[in-house]
């Protein structure tokens, strides 16, 4: 099978995060980043099932240059290339021209299948898989935890979570749009061997004309929404912090929880 | 402005969803910061009584209802085809959706079909220098942004989901509507998936709905190997051992222990959420708890904002000096 799937590199939350100068956005200088957790899982979904398909993977990013990094990790992972939509016009847009960037560049392939994650961790929109999907006009499936062949090639078994601790068990035809779920596998680690072959891959790096798609209709001019600012939650109306060395705080919280809370 | 608001309502089996009543609190706030109407629709099959009750319950201009044997199954082709027709004939502004897996499961792709703003998550909405401005999570939940409709794009309908507890059902606005049908044309809804079953996703062995307390690990605590300090706490409390995603995730509990939108719903009456960040997707599944203790390095991580007590600090050095107060206080 030909295979896509999206990954994007997002700031590691685990960092210590600052509001950058201008309010807008983090500052982004200094900060590690990594590929979205998701999509780690759905490249590990492209790479295993192109093995068991005797096909291919091709990595797609909307990022600017630094997520060249992500695409040689999943290079070294297996893919046997990858798109990076870099071009400055293409970037900061919305769930929307995002998903509509990366079906362009997509639909030039002849692919059978596409993965995404479900969510990114930095905009969280948990939308960009499904309105690619609408955009090629394939089905999606949003949520996955467990894909199956079905009927030959011509259609997948899906397991997606729903609310509450249930799954549905869904079929899909194909080609279609697999929007992967955390936990679905155990992403593999990237072996030396597979390090030096992601450095001859090619990564392509189309413009917005190449995709046949006007510079005005992509990122942030194509964005219907706006970023304002971001800040942290307000801690006022937060926990009773206690402070002092552990055995001091511990000793101090558990009195508060016997003689305040009474839950001891 | 004088705008027209729709609220999006989600029905099990003849039952509205809470997060639906909310949905309609954030309507009313909307429709008041907008000098809007508030109008609601509802999609399902057999629905008649529902929504006889919601119309003689609920403040609004209408409620449009398609009541179809065709709906009778959620399907994303169905409910987006349904809506993108009425979208197009009515055109209003603003559709709210509740904020649950269904919604975020086929609106995106509706608002892609009618050109529309995509908004999902949305925590608060309120109005600034007279363009509406939504808030909600980024950087998974640690910050939150402060969103708006880019001028040029004012006039396509925005489509924004409501997150659960940003807006109270206590405040949906009493009084009636007027029903009104809503087209259902069969050939634009068909679905190409086939749905084949539904299952729990973990054998539910333990029930933590019941635990009285529960001591909750997350990511922070670095590893299987490094579990030992969650069970100790807990074995001297007598509480359930709990977990946020990645915990399950990694495999260093099993799939019933997980707590959250997409695990287990618990209210003990006390959580100790040690190395978990608080994540929406999180808290929605222990906001029920009585008393809530967070043990975090990061003195910003959100679960802070909804603990009663907090300690800053490593938790592989506050939960053992935690478990030995404990015995002590035992005796
Ligand atoms: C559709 C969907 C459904 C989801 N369902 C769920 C669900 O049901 N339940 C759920 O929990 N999540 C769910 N998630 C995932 C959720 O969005 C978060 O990613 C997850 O809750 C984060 O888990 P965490 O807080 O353990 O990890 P992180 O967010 O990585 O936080 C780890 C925390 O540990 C702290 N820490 C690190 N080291 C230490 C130390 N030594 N001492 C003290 N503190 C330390 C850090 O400061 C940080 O705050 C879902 C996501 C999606 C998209
Ligand atoms: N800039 C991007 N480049 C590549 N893939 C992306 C990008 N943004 C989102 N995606 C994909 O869409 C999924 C959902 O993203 P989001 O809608 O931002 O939560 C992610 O898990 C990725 O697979």
């Not at chain 2, 809503?182 to 933590?208: F, N, Y």
Request: charge should be negative.
């Amino acid at each position: 099978m030909k295979i896509a799937v999206c990954i994007k590199q997002v700031p590691d939350t685990e960092a210590r995060l600052r509001v950058g100068p201008d309010g807008r956005w983090i500052e982004e200088e200094d900060l590690p980043f990594i590929i979205n957790e998701n999509d780690e899982f759905a490249l590990e979904e492209a790479i295993s099932w192109a093995e068991e398909t005797d096909g291919e993977v091709t990595v797609f990013t909307l990022g600017p240059p630094r997520a060249t990094e992500a695409l040689r990790k999943a290079l070294a992972l297996g893919a046997a290339e990858a798109v990076h939509l870099e071009d400055r016009s293409f970037q900061d847009g919305d769930a929307i021209s995002t998903g509509r960037a990366l079906a362009a560049a997509i639909s030039r392939g002849d692919f059978d299948l596409v993965f995404t994650g479900s969510q990114t961790d930095d905009l969280g929109f948990g939308a960009t898989g499904s309105v690619l999907a609408e955009v090629l006009g394939w089905p999606h499936a949003w949520l996955v935890m467990g894909v199956e062949l079905d009927d030959g090639e011509e259609a997948l078994q899906v397991v997606r979570e729903m609310e509450g601790g249930m799954n549905q068990r869904i079929r899909v035809p194909l080609p279609a749009v697999i929007e992967v779920q955390a936990g679905i596998n155990h992403p593999r680690y990237a072996s030396l061997r597979g390090i030096m072959k992601a450095k001859r891959k090619p990564i392509e790096t189309p413009s917005p004309s190449d995709l046949g798609l006007d510079a005005q209709a992509v990122g942030a001019a194509g964005a219907g929404l706006e970023l304002l600012s971001v800040s942290f939650p307000p801690s006022s109306e937060g926990a009773e912090l206690i402070e002092g060395e552990p055995e001091e705080a511990a000793a101090a919280l558990v009195e508060k929880l016997e003689k305040e809370a009474r839950v001891l | 402005m004088a705008t027209k608001i729709w609220v999006i309502l989600q029905q099990q089996n003849g039952e509205l969803n809470a997060l639906s009543k909310e949905t309609l609190a954030a309507g009313a706030h909307l429709a008041r910061l907008t000098d809007g109407s508030m109008e609601g629709v509802l999609l399902g099959s057999g629905i008649d009584v529902l929504a006889d009750e919601i119309a003689g319950e609920i403040d609004m201009t209408a409620l449009h209802v398609a009541d179809d044997p065709l709906l009778e199954r959620y399907t994303p082709e169905g409910y987006a085809g349904v809506l993108t027709g009425a979208i197009r004939r009515s055109a209003p502004d603003y559709l709210l959706f509740p904020h649950t897996y269904q919604s975020m499961d086929y609106f995106p792709r509706l608002a892609q079909r009618v050109d529309g703003v995509l908004v999902p998550g949305v925590e608060a909405v309120s109005e600034e220098e007279g363009s509406i401005v939504w808030t909600r999570p980024v950087l998974g939940g640690k910050l939150q942004s402060r969103v708006r409709v880019k001028t040029d794009f004012v006039g396509r309908p925005v489509l924004a989901s409501i997150q659960s507890g940003a807006y109270s059902g206590e405040e949906a606005p009493s009084g009636t509507a007027a029903r009104s049908p809503l087209p259902v044309p069969a050939d634009e809804i068909g679905s190409p998936r086939e749905i084949l079953a539904e299952e729990q996703a973990a054998e539910d062995e333990v029930d933590l709905s019941k635990a009285n307390v529960i001591v909750a690990a997350g990511r922070g605590v670095g590893g299987e190997e490094k579990m030992q300090v969650i069970h100790d706490l807990a074995d001297t409390l007598g509480a359930e051992v709990g977990a946020s995603r990645p915990v399950i995730d990694n495999e260093w509990l099993p799939r019933d222990r997980q707590i959250g939108s997409s695990g287990q719903t618990v209210a003990p009456k006390l959580y100790i959420a040690v190395g978990i960040s608080g994540a929406i997707q999180h808290l929605v599944g222990m906001k029920g708890s009585g008393v809530v203790v967070a043990v975090n390095k990061d003195p910003n991580a959100p679960i802070f904002s909804v603990a009663d007590y907090g300690i800053v600090g490593d938790l592989h050095e506050v939960l053992p000096a935690l478990t030995e107060a404990i015995r002590g206080a035992k005796g």
